[in-house]
């Protein structure tokens, strides 16, 4: 008999392939704001899809969690790659950190089924850390070869940090306080040098303190 040649694959539909993205996109958003209650049919419905368009690509809610989670570690490691090339060093770190916090809401929001998910499989554990982990690594070093930020904070430090700023905040609105205190972080971060010069030119009540404290100290005979 002759050799039959393997089937092609088949490649998705344009139009299943749009169906998925908007259904993530809609998952996320769901996720984010409704906490663990939130439902798969309030995420067909965000996405405009029906419920048998979202369980064909999602079988279950794992599934789409896992999914979700995953689209939002690709994206953060895609915009550290971006932020590499259109960002100052110590301006593409803060603006990535800040991304984070997002990322956090939706994982807070999935955080029951996702533990299931995860506990199912190491791999989605170990492929989130070692790509955030890159990512926030690649723009630390950026930013210490430039002389901005101190060199004795690794990767692994910041993501703990960030991790502990968003979980320690529950109540309504635990964004904008962490986005505040990871402003704080990254000062902190600094060169005392840099961060110094950067805050004197930058800030005009600064320069008017330093000129009132000049003159004070100026010997009342003096002309």
Not at 56 to 84: C, M, N
Not at 88 to 116: C, H, Q, Y
Not at 192 to 218: E, N
Request: net charge positive.
């Amino acid at each position: 008999m002759a050799d039959q040649s393997a089937a092609p694959v088949r490649k998705p539909r344009a139009d299943a392939v749009r169906n998925r993205e908007r259904v993530l996109k809609a998952a996320k958003i769901v996720f984010s704001t409704g906490g663990p209650e939130a439902s798969l049919e309030a995420a067909a419905r965000r996405a405009g899809v029906g419920i048998g368009t979202l369980y064909r690509h999602f079988p279950t809610r794992e599934a789409l969690f896992e999914a979700v989670y995953r689209r939002e570690v690709d994206q953060l490691s895609e915009l550290a790659e971006q932020l590499k090339n259109d960002a100052a060093p110590v301006d593409a770190l803060r603006r990535w950190l800040r991304s984070n916090v997002e990322f956090v809401a939706t994982k807070k929001g999935m955080s029951a089924a996702l533990a299931i998910a995860v506990q199912g499989s190491s791999e989605l554990s170990v492929y989130s850390f070692d790509r955030l982990t890159q990512a926030v690594g690649a723009l630390l070093d950026r930013a210490v070869a430039a002389g901005e930020i101190r060199s004795d904070i690794g990767p692994e430090d910041v993501l703990r940090a960030l991790v502990g700023m968003c979980y320690m905040h529950d109540q309504p609105g635990w964004q904008k306080s962490v986005l505040r205190l990871l402003d704080v972080f990254v000062d902190g971060l600094r060169v005392p040098g840099k961060a110094h010069r950067q805050t004197t030119l930058s800030s005009p009540r600064t320069d008017a303190a330093a000129k009132a404290k000049g003159s004070s100290q100026r010997s009342p005979g003096r002309k």
